[in-house]
């Protein structure tokens, strides 16, 4: 079995897609950027730290972490959850690319007590970069979407598998699930090299 270190709806229902057996824990990891941190490395180290922190709880069990972090030149963009800041963000974005960086992290304590310092887990990392044109978009264009998709749980104020495609010009990616928050593609291959799959 697997152990998702998430309590995102919207991973659980992508990992869902993969038709294996797996359950979800709180991973209880400080989501602080460090001083000057890019949001590539971002994502990259808190999929990490909550794939280590389940799975030195759950020594033997394979435990995937996951993050995403979008970037606006060079700006981390968060999670809205207002609708004054998701306007802001839209507004924002109007014209623009956005890259979304979506880190994985497959852990596992096999043997020994994992609260030890000496004691070093097998680590699976994997960063997918998805880049978003956003079309030229009016207040009213904002403001319609708003009203009939207000995604204020979502970094960038949209969401691709819904209304929000309608904001861009384009999508550049090798993984359509990754914009989602869990790239699919490269999760099923690490899961057969691990004998998950």
Known sequence: MLILASTSIYRREL??????DFR???PEVDETPLQG???????KRLAREKSIAVAR???GFWVLGGDQVADHAGTIIGKPGSLIAARAQLQQFSGSSVAFYSAICLSRFASGDPATAQTVPDVK???????????RLSAADIEAYLNVEPALD????FKSEGLGITLLDRIDSIDPTALIGLPLIKLASM???VGLA
């Open 15 to 20: 990992l869902a897609r993969l038709n294996i």
């Open 24 to 26: 979800c824990e709180k």
């Open 37 to 43: 941190e890019p949001p590539r490395t971002l994502a």
């Open 57 to 59: 709880r759950f020594p």
């Open 125 to 135: 990392p994997y960063l997918d970069t998805t880049s978003v044109k956003f079309r």
């Open 154 to 157: 979502c970094a960038g104020s």
């Open 191 to 193: 899961l057969r090299e």
